[in-house]
């Protein structure tokens, strides 16, 4: 590789690095060279970065441009917008270290055989759950995983031959995949949406969230497995042969390992105090590291600390221009949240939606239908968030609570995913099925959908009243 070219692999890593060492130490100058690092790993990938992408680095050049000529503090509004995209490109890419982890766990291939040999009335709440815990650490990577172990596991003579029973086994599996998967946005310390909404609203933290989203993704989880009850196929039960049962160990061994990264990220954010998505950044690599020198360990003698290092630097070329799309698209849109606070008049906004009596709850059942209604045109959740979270930046002003507030944008986000086939998440299941998103998100989804939005009008309001 030429120089040039590993400069352009590890822009990067250098932006992870200063802004492991800046949190450290608190240097301006370590956040310069995050800020740069920045800007030259999206020119590097530029002319690789999918449509989506570059739309987003279109629409950012032009916001700056207009913060320029606009703004009343044009270079702090730039340099706050830098410093959100170089974290949120830092944060993505030392989850994704996990993922590398993970691809090379024989773990997780046990973890998912478990899952999709359970019998069909287990099947969706085990599936469910076990996508909700792999996207903790895999996120859409789970969909990759699961999705080809189901089609793998669930052939024809799995299915005693019959056709019917293949394919409402295909559809329910990959339904309980997505339905889990869509949780993670309210059930994750470690995950971007929790990242952005921190730093649009910092005022709160996890432990202010956590029970407001816990208990909503509880009702969700709840809602999706009646649904999946109610369309079981009552005329094939019993066509199918029996499964083979395995062993839950390696699911227990997963769970150990989820509780144990989640632990040691408490434990920094803690101990830095600092909040959860900041010790993500610490807690990530070291994991990962962790993880893959167990893995190595196997291979004979030594604690594999040396290997698994060894591992990350040969790959690093392929690892971080792998992650430049959600990078670009998810960082990007931080960047397009910070400057558009500064340009929008947010105060005036605010007191129209006062004036207009959207407040309290029911604002928080419109944010989380804008999102879901945005998303469905193509609008990537993590813009909407930002950008409803940057202009509701003072929710109590408007008798909503900022957790709530947070908990309606994490539903809106959960919702899109399930609903939306022009998401990843869609477009991935769409391919391993080779049927078309718009199947899965409105024939498969749409009652889950509406009726998550409807049990949400009801809800929002409960707990503000609770709150």
């Not at 503090?73 to 830098?82: D, Q, R, T």
């Not at 995209?85 to 989850?95: D, E, I, K, N, W």
């Not at 207009?356 to 804008?370: D, E, I, Q, R």
């Not at 539903?411 to 899109?416: E, F, I, K, Q, Y």
Request: aromatic share 8%.
């Amino acid at each position: 590789m030429s120089l040039l070219g590993r400069v352009w692999a590890w822009a990067l890593p250098a932006v992870i690095l200063a802004i492991l060492f800046g949190l450290a130490s608190g240097s301006d100058a370590l956040a310069w060279v995050a800020r740069v690092g920045m800007i030259v790993y999206v020119v590097a990938e530029w002319r690789r970065q999918a449509t989506m992408a570059k739309g987003v680095i279109l629409f950012g050049i032009v916001l700056a441009l207009l913060t320029v000529s606009l703004a009343d503090a044009p270079s702090e509004a730039l340099i706050e917008a830098l410093d959100r995209f170089a974290f949120l490109g830092a944060f993505l890419a030392c989850l994704g270290l996990l993922r590398v982890a993970a691809e090379d766990s024989p773990l997780m291939r046990q973890c998912g055989q478990y899952l999709i040999q359970q019998p069909p009335q287990r099947r969706y709440l085990t599936l469910s759950t076990g996508s909700g815990l792999f996207g903790i650490i895999l996120n859409i990577g789970v969909l990759n995983l699961l999705g080809v172990m189901s089609l793998r596991g669930n052939t024809l003579a799995a299915a005693g031959g019959h056709q019917a029973v293949w394919q409402a086994r295909r559809r329910r599996m990959f339904v309980a995949m997505l339905r889990g998967f869509a949780m993670v946005p309210l059930i994750s310390p470690l995950g971007i949406s929790l990242a952005v909404i921190l730093s649009a609203l910092p005022q709160l933290t996890w432990f202010a969230i956590a029970p407001y989203a816990f208990a909503t993704a509880a009702l969700m989880f709840v809602l999706g497995w009646l649904l999946d009850r109610l369309a079981a196929p009552k005329h094939l039960k019993g066509l199918a042969p029996e499964r083979i049962r395995l062993s839950p160990r390696p699911l227990i061994a997963f769970c150990t390992l989820v509780a144990g990264i989640v632990a040691l990220t408490f434990l920094l954010a803690y101990l830095m105090a600092v909040q959860l998505p900041v010790a993500v950044i610490f807690s990530a690599p070291l994991s990962a590291l962790i993880w893959l020198a167990l893995q190595r360990r196997r291979l004979g003698g030594g604690s594999g600390v040396r290997r698994a290092g060894l591992s990350i630097a040969r790959r690093a070329d392929r690892i971080f221009p792998g992650m430049r799309g959600e990078i670009v698209v998810l960082g990007g849109a931080g960047f397009l949240g910070v400057l558009l606070g500064q340009l929008l008049p947010v105060e005036t906004i605010a007191a129209a939606l006062y004036e207009s009596g959207m407040k309290g709850p029911w604002l928080a059942f419109a944010v989380t239908l804008v999102i879901v209604l945005a998303a469905q045109i193509g609008l990537n959740p993590i813009v909407s968030v930002t950008v409803l979270a940057t202009l509701l930046a003072d929710p109590a002003a408007l008798g909503l609570p900022p957790a709530l507030l947070a908990t309606a944008l994490m539903a809106g986000w959960s919702l899109s995913m399930v609903s939306s086939p022009i998401t990843a998440a869609m477009l991935i299941v769409g391919r391993l099925l080779n049927t078309s998103p718009y199947t899965v998100g409105y024939r498969w989804n749409g009652l889950f959908v509406i009726g998550c939005l409807l049990l949400l009008m009801v809800w929002f309001p409960f707990l503000g009243r609770w709150s």
